[in-house]
């Protein structure tokens, strides 16, 4: 069965240091990957979507980026966080067929100091 | 663009109680809604879906919903609600990127609350 992997699940930062959160996906091969954001325990926003190696899509202007350096590695960087960049952070796989819903991680919650 | 509304932040429902999530949402052509679980500091978990077929469709826990075309909406249900069932609830509807790939709009999420 497919399982997703997110770490680490809290962490905190000051402003101005540079980010990298991890995201795994086991038992799929070429899954499309997605990091969203989650502000305040409510809505999602993505962030950037991957279909593959070194495609990155980003959904919205930000101080974050993204990469996709193995088939089913996905990773969050930033080089200087913002206080802005507070959030719980959640990363997701799903297929190319349309009929099939998203698989989450347990996210990881980000405190900026 | 695709979306999805969810008019209620919180639902209060005591416990068993039937329980209804609502959704509405608005769409070009077919719609592919979802439901999803969040208890506090997990992911969200998948539910349920309809994509086309029965208006009553069922999920995990035993929650269903029901599409409704003319109204556009597709409520969650429960006959019985527990006070396990307590958490974040979305509604989501699948959009196209503009390069083609799927993602998923999630509505602003409607927190229920079980009360023994």
């Known amino acids: 069965s497919q399982t997703i992997h997110q770490w680490p699940a809290t962490l905190v930062q000051p402003v101005g240091s540079p980010l990298s959160l991890e995201c795994t996906v086991e038992g799929t091969s070429n899954p499309n990957l997605y990091w969203y954001r989650q502000a305040a325990g409510r809505g999602l926003q993505l962030l950037f979507y991957?279909?593959?190696?070194?495609?990155i899509s980003s959904e919205v202007p930000q101080n974050l980026s993204a990469s996709r350096p193995q088939d089913r590695q996905f990773i969050l960087s930033s080089k200087k966080l913002l206080l802005s960049d507070s959030g719980f952070y959640l990363c997701?796989?799903?297929?190319?067929?349309?009929?099939?819903?998203?698989?989450f991680g347990d996210g990881t919650r980000l405190s900026i100091l | 663009a695709q979306s999805v509304a969810q008019p209620e932040d919180q639902v209060n429902v005591a416990e068993g109680n039937p329980l209804t999530v609502k959704c509405t949402y608005s769409v070009s052509g077919n719609p592919y809604l979802f439901w999803y679980v969040q208890y506090p500091n997990r992911g969200l978990q998948f539910l349920l879906k309809?994509?086309?077929?029965?208006?009553l469709v069922k999920g995990s826990y035993g929650f269903e919903a029901e599409f409704n075309k003319s109204q556009t909406s597709f409520h969650l249900k429960k006959p019985s609600a527990l006070v396990s069932d307590s958490a974040l609830y979305f509604c989501?509807?699948?959009?196209?990127?503009?390069?083609?790939?799927?993602?998923?709009?999630f509505g602003t999420g409607t927190r229920l609350k079980v009360l023994a």
């Open positions: 997701a796989w799903g297929t190319e067929y349309s009929n099939q819903p998203q698989h």
């Open positions: 989501a509807v699948r959009d196209m990127t503009t390069s083609g790939t799927y993602k998923y709009i």
């Open positions: 309809y994509i086309t077929g029965d208006n």
């Open positions: 991957s279909v593959g190696i070194g495609q």
